[in-house]
Nanobody
Framework: QVELVESGGGLVQAGGSLRLSCTAS????????MGWFRQAPGKGRQFVAA????????QYADSVKGRFTISGDESKSTVYLEMNSLSPEDTAVYYC???????????????WGRGTQVTVSS
């Protein structure tokens, strides 16, 4: 079992920045794919960004490309999401995901954190 704990959410003005963190425990996730998803009020959960520890690169949703950066510290089993140029449309609960498939995120066998709220005011 993998436990994921997110932190770093909060209230920020439009144009501002936040850095989210997600720390994994319970099992090593060095072979997992790691990702971030978000869910805005009244909407479904959507993919934001993903990475693998093995240097397989990163992926981003078109809506966050150039503004968000996913990275990780394998020694700390921690994944980060650096968010810049935030807009009210980025307001959502952000969820961390760890997928044992290693090459995709959000599958039915993956693990989820409880989420952290990000609110961007205009």
């Amino acid at each position: 079992q993998v436990e994921l704990v997110e932190s770093g959410g909060g209230l920020v003005q439009a144009g501002g920045s936040l850095r989210l963190s997600c720390t994994a425990s319970g099992r090593t996730v060095s072979s997992y794919a790691m990702g971030w998803f978000r869910q805005a009020p009244g909407k479904g959960r959507q993919f934001v960004a993903a990475m693998s520890w093995s240097g397989g690169g990163t992926q981003y949703a078109d809506s966050v490309k150039g503004r968000f950066t996913i990275s990780g510290d394998e020694s700390k089993s921690t994944v980060y999401l650096e968010m810049n140029s935030l807009s009210p449309e980025d307001t959502a609960v952000y969820y961390c995901n760890a997928d044992p498939s290693g090459d995709t995120v959000g599958t039915t066998v993956s693990y989820w954190g409880r989420g952290t709220q990000v609110t961007v005011s205009s």
